[in-house]
């Protein structure tokens, strides 16, 4: 395959992979040289850095996530009917996705940082970075760089709770634009 990859959707694709990949890594391409790195700019490896501290952030939480993956099979990442079967919706989404049982995410890899996120009913629901209550149901989020979609149900675990704290955190004191 042929492209050459923006520093938006290199962007992109680090902040997802800071929420959905076990393992942080960079994918180079087979063509290194003729595309964008995580490390052709400052401000790339500004980004870079900065979402592998959020996958860090997410490391307790992870480790439990991987602990259920042995006991009961579960994979980390989850479709949403994982955890609400009776909701048709979350059975129908392919765009986005869970971390757990307690954060939803959904990814942007388009340019106009805005997208339509669904959050199942019967819970509360909270952005991750701003802490702003986002009700259940279909929602349309605009999403700069450096602020993923991201949510998180308020009766979520200890361990999820200790790791919005820490992600938190990490938004308040980012150094990229």
Known sequence: MRYKRSAEL????????????AVMRTH????????????????LLAHFAHFVRVHSA?????????????TKGWPLVRAMGLHYPADQMAWQLTDQFMLGRDFVAAPIFASNHTRAVYLPANEVWADVWTGNHIP????????PIGSPPLY????????????VLRLRKLKNTATFS
């Open 136 to 143: 259940s149901g279909l929602a349309q989020v605009t999403a």
């Open 152 to 163: 998180i149900r308020q009766k979520c675990s200890s361990v999820a709770h200790e790791a």
């Open 10 to 21: 290199l962007q992109r694709w680090v902040e997802y992979s800071s929420i959905a990949d």
């Open 28 to 43: 180079p391409s087979s063509n290194p040289n003729a595309t964008l790195q995580v490390y052709s700019t400052p401000e």
């Open 58 to 70: 997410l490391s307790d939480y992870r480790r439990i996530l991987m602990e259920e993956s042995q």
